[in-house]
């Protein structure tokens, strides 16, 4: 069964507001990564935080990590247009060392100028 | 300089042919991926080789066989193409096999069964 899911699976905004999207799995892990996807193009990674970590910071991105909630969320403060995109979550399966990442089904993020 | 790079971007053909997609990354990185995007933007892992071995080997049906001739190379073939096929397709690349690592990906190269 799919690892990650994501909600809301639409988002639209205006730009200058903030765009908050939700992540949950199923499994313990080791690592979560968030991806930004443009349309038609390949996944640019954006940010990763390890288990034992609870917040961390890029930018204007901001993530946050809840083990035992099972979720993470992204906040992408005073968005632009070309922060529209879609936005993955990833993570690894916790005990494997494969590199093998289970995305979840994605949030469409639509800035409005 | 692109870093991870696939070709063909495009592919149409038709239902029971056989077809290669290619990919190269530049970034002297030992782990490459494929990955299958379906209609529904919905990602999944289908191979990963480390240093030219096969490390992930998902429940792929066996029409679809990777190869890697080299670690910067990893090619993906595909006989008797059904519809179910038509997708994009994801190459990426890593510093190491781990979860820990960012992968990076190719533009993807989006296949069409007729």
């Known amino acids: 069964s799919q690892q990650g899911e994501e909600d809301p699976q639409a988002l639209s905004i205006q730009e200058g507001e903030n765009a908050t999207m939700n992540c949950s799995y199923k499994?313990?892990?080791?690592?979560l990564q968030w991806y930004r996807q443009n349309s038609g193009r390949g996944l640019v990674h954006l940010i990763l935080i390890r288990s034992n970590e609870r917040e961390k910071h890029s930018g204007r991105l901001r993530v946050t990590l809840d083990t035992s909630k099972k979720s993470s969320s992204l906040l992408i403060t005073a968005s632009r247009a070309a922060d529209t995109a879609s936005y993955f979550c990833a993570t690894d399966s916790g005990s494997s060392n494969t590199g093998k990442l289970i995305f979840g089904q994605g949030t469409t993020l639509q800035v409005k100028p | 300089d692109t870093a991870v790079s696939q070709t063909p971007k495009y592919l149409v053909t038709q239902m029971g042919n056989d077809k290669s997609i290619k990919c190269e990354q530049n970034l002297g990185h030992d782990t490459m991926y494929w990955y299958k995007q379906d209609s529904k933007k919905f990602l999944k892992i289908m191979f990963s080789y480390n240093n030219k071995e096969l490390i992930i080997n998902e429940t792929v049906p066996n029409r679809f066989s990777p190869k890697s001739p080299d670690k910067a190379h990893l090619n993906l073939h595909i006989n008797s193409l059904e519809l179910g096929d038509s997708a994009v397709y994801f190459c990426?690349?890593?510093?190491?096999?781990?979860?820990?690592?960012?992968?990076?990906f190719g533009p993807g190269t989006r296949l069409t069964v007729t």
């Open positions: 499994t313990s892990i080791n690592n």
């Open positions: 990426a690349s890593s510093q190491v096999a781990g979860g820990s690592y960012e992968q990076y």
